[in-house]
């Protein structure tokens, strides 16, 4: 952790942050659920915090309420792209906040508040890192690009048509980087030394509907697998069979990386973890839903809806299901796979939206800057890859540049890591101030 004292500067990047955090920029896929009056209130107070971001870079508009600065640099041979998201997910009324969710609330070292993890911490870091950088004179090495979107928790527009403007603009950038991995601590049992983990890929995030109709009627008659019943049974198929499990590439680095840190029984296994895929496959597996979800493409079912009444016979049964599928598997073997694990013709597989894994990307030149920075400002820390298993704006950017990586330099806790979409959620104050330094520093260092 680090032992900087507090100043004036630091004190105004923790003032931006509550500033920006109390503002409940809530996204919804229904655009006419969309407070915009509070996105509209978000960027005017964006552009007072930052007053030097606007008046110094060139501003473009993307989306309803997303922003694509562009920081011009001593080249632009070799631009890059920060990202980070203004929209967070709705608050549920009924969680057991400590403190409320849009108070920024400063309390035991730490703002408390939707959208410090995920996603304004970010935001806030990055931009006050180019503001500390302008007000320096400092001009980087490459032009530098900041894409922050607006519509991310629904996946909307914003992303690409920033993708679209850089491509029609001419940008191809050496490399993207976007919120995802972070310095975990608490990261893996038998490791204790924190990770910082940088996504490399994300799975694909691919949503369907499962739906059986029927006659329906009075819940006095009920006739024999009525569309409920037959819905509930193609759920238990479905949840019955998973996807077959593998262990990609990256996870294989990650555990090699690992075994120095980690303990005397695991560190045999973890360094030679090239050669052992299948036991350690079926040791994540067997070691809980996190780490199973490492090894293959899951299913989760989401929604459910029936019949309006108690007393009344269900004509239409549904459920959605959301789908993270695994690099190396596709969207049609997925839905090849759940047609087959349900097998039953009566109930229909309707696809809502269907996005493939992202490219993976190359450990070079540019990952290598990340992991020096990291083992800069987090030297109790070591960098490893891993597949992201949410998905981010960045899997857009895989169109116009092969280096596309995830990762938000803030330490987090496993309880912090669980509160975000959840309740108290919130940012080690400390963190993220390591976190601005550590942008700071990314920025500095991109080479000519």
Same mark, same amino acid.
């Given at each position: 952790?680090?032992?900087?004292?507090?100043g004036? @500067?630091?004190?105004?990047a923790?003032?931006?942050?509550q500033?920006?955090v109390?503002?409940p920029?809530?996204s919804?896929r229904?655009?006419?659920?969309?407070?915009t009056a509070?996105?509209?209130e978000?960027?005017? @107070?964006l552009r007072k915090?930052?007053p030097r971001?606007h008046?110094e870079?060139?501003?473009?508009r993307?989306g309803?309420?997303g922003l694509l600065?562009?920081?011009?640099g001593a080249?632009?041979?070799?631009?890059v792209?920060l990202m980070?998201?203004l929209?967070v997910?709705?608050v549920?009324e009924d969680a057991?906040?400590q403190h409320?969710?849009?108070?920024a609330t400063l309390?035991?070292?730490?703002i408390w508040?939707?959208?410090?993890l995920?996603d304004k911490?970010?935001?806030v870091?990055?931009?006050?890192?180019?503001e500390?950088?302008?007000?320096?004179?400092?001009t980087?090495a490459?032009?530098?690009w900041?894409s922050?979107?607006?519509d991310e928790?629904?996946?909307?527009?914003?992303?690409?048509e920033?993708v679209?403007?850089?491509?029609?603009?001419?940008?191809r950038?050496?490399?993207?980087?976007?919120e995802?991995?972070?310095?975990?601590h608490?990261a893996?049992p038998?490791?204790?030394?924190?990770?910082?983990v940088?996504?490399v890929?994300?799975?694909?995030t691919t949503?369907?509907?499962?739906?059986?109709e029927?006659?329906?009627?009075?819940?006095?008659?009920?006739?024999?697998?009525g569309?409920?019943?037959r819905l509930?049974?193609a759920?238990?198929?479905l949840?019955?069979?998973?996807?077959?499990?593998?262990t990609?590439?990256?996870?294989?680095?990650?555990?090699?990386r690992m075994?120095?840190h980690a303990?005397?029984?695991?560190r045999?296994?973890?360094?030679?973890?090239g050669?052992?895929?299948?036991?350690?496959?079926?040791?994540?597996?067997a070691a809980?839903?996190?780490?199973?979800a490492m090894?293959?493409?899951?299913?989760?079912?989401t929604t459910?809806?029936?019949?309006?009444?108690?007393?009344?016979?269900?004509s239409?049964?549904k459920?959605g299901v959301?789908?993270?599928?695994m690099?190396?598997?596709?969207v049609?073997?997925?839905?090849?796979?759940?047609?087959?694990?349900?097998?039953?013709d009566?109930?229909?597989?309707?696809?809502v939206?269907q996005?493939?894994?992202?490219?993976?990307?190359p450990m070079?030149d540019a990952?290598a800057l990340?992991e020096e920075?990291?083992?800069?400002l987090?030297?109790d820390?070591?960098?490893a890859?891993?597949v992201m298993?949410?998905?981010t704006?960045?899997?857009h950017?895989?169109?116009i540049?092969?280096?596309?990586?995830r990762?938000a330099?803030?330490r987090?806790?496993k309880?912090?890591?669980?509160?975000?979409?959840s309740?108290?959620?919130?940012?080690?104050v400390e963190?993220?101030?390591?976190g601005?330094?550590?942008?700071?520093l990314?920025i @500095?260092?991109i080479?000519?």
């Amino acid at each position: 952790m680090s032992t900087r004292e507090g100043g004036p @500067e630091h004190a105004r990047a923790i003032a931006k942050l509550q500033a920006l955090v109390r503002i409940p920029t809530v996204s919804h896929r229904d655009p006419a659920a969309v407070d915009t009056a509070q996105f509209d209130e978000f960027l005017v @107070e964006l552009r007072k915090q930052f007053p030097r971001l606007h008046a110094e870079t060139e501003l473009t508009r993307v989306g309803t309420h997303g922003l694509l600065f562009r920081w011009r640099g001593a080249d632009d041979s070799r631009p890059v792209v920060l990202m980070a998201h203004l929209d967070v997910v709705p608050v549920d009324e009924d969680a057991p906040w400590q403190h409320p969710p849009f108070g920024a609330t400063l309390v035991g070292g730490a703002i408390w508040g939707r959208g410090t993890l995920d996603d304004k911490g970010s935001l806030v870091g990055i931009a006050e890192a180019v503001e500390v950088l302008l007000e320096q004179g400092f001009t980087p090495a490459q032009d530098v690009w900041l894409s922050f979107g607006c519509d991310e928790e629904v996946s909307g527009t914003a992303a690409p048509e920033a993708v679209a403007h850089l491509r029609a603009a001419g940008v191809r950038p050496w490399f993207v980087l976007d919120e995802g991995g972070a310095v975990a601590h608490e990261a893996f049992p038998g490791v204790a030394a924190p990770i910082g983990v940088i996504g490399v890929t994300e799975k694909g995030t691919t949503s369907i509907e499962l739906r059986v109709e029927g006659r329906g009627g009075h819940a006095s008659t009920p006739a024999r697998m009525g569309p409920t019943a037959r819905l509930a049974r193609a759920i238990l198929r479905l949840e019955r069979a998973p996807m077959p499990a593998s262990t990609p590439d990256a996870t294989v680095e990650l555990l090699r990386r690992m075994a120095p840190h980690a303990s005397v029984a695991l560190r045999p296994l973890m360094a030679n973890a090239g050669r052992l895929r299948p036991v350690l496959t079926r040791a994540l597996v067997a070691a809980g839903p996190e780490s199973a979800a490492m090894t293959r493409t899951t299913f989760a079912i989401t929604t459910l809806s029936g019949s309006p009444a108690l007393n009344v016979i269900a004509s239409t049964a549904k459920a959605g299901v959301n789908i993270r599928v695994m690099v190396g598997d596709t969207v049609a073997g997925v839905l090849d796979h759940v047609r087959r694990a349900i097998s039953d013709d009566d109930v229909h597989i309707d696809v809502v939206e269907q996005n493939e894994p992202s490219p993976v990307s190359p450990m070079d030149d540019a990952f290598a800057l990340l992991e020096e920075t990291i083992g800069e400002l987090f030297p109790d820390a070591f960098a490893a890859p891993y597949v992201m298993m949410a998905a981010t704006d960045s899997r857009h950017f895989t169109e116009i540049c092969e280096r596309v990586y995830r990762f938000a330099p803030f330490r987090m806790t496993k309880a912090q890591r669980e509160s975000i979409h959840s309740y108290d959620e919130h940012l080690d104050v400390e963190a993220f101030l390591d976190g601005v330094a550590w942008y700071q520093l990314l920025i @500095e260092r991109i080479p000519r």
